[in-house]
């Protein structure tokens, strides 16, 4: 079982108000923790995103690259 879970069955079992509270404010600050990790994965997940969108129009500009030759000079050989 989960802490979460725990937490949450403690929350029904509390023998008081105050622990109760206290068990609510714990489940609520693991709720805000968990909410902040999934917005680090989203971030994360757009900038893996991002930066294979960048490597894929990078991969394809080089793809559509045209080359010239140009004859600069000829060598002749002569072997006796």
């Known amino acids: 079982m989960g802490f979460y879970a725990k937490l949450k069955r ?3 079992q509390a023998e008081t108000v105050e622990q109760q509270h206290d ?3 714990q489940i609520r600050d693991l709720e805000r923790l968990q909410r902040c990790q999934r917005q680090q994965i989203f971030e994360a997940e ?3 995103i991002e930066k294979r969108d960048q490597l894929i129009e ?3 500009q080089r793809m ?3 080359t ?3 004859r600069l000079f000829t060598i002749r050989w002569s072997v006796v």
Request: proline residues 0%; hydrophobic residues 20%; without cysteine.
């Open 10 to 12: 403690e929350s029904r």
């Open 23 to 25: 068990i609510q404010k």
């Open 46 to 48: 757009d900038e893996i």
């Open 58 to 60: 990078a991969l394809e």
């Open 64 to 66: 559509n690259q045209h």
């Open 68 to 70: 010239q030759t140009d």
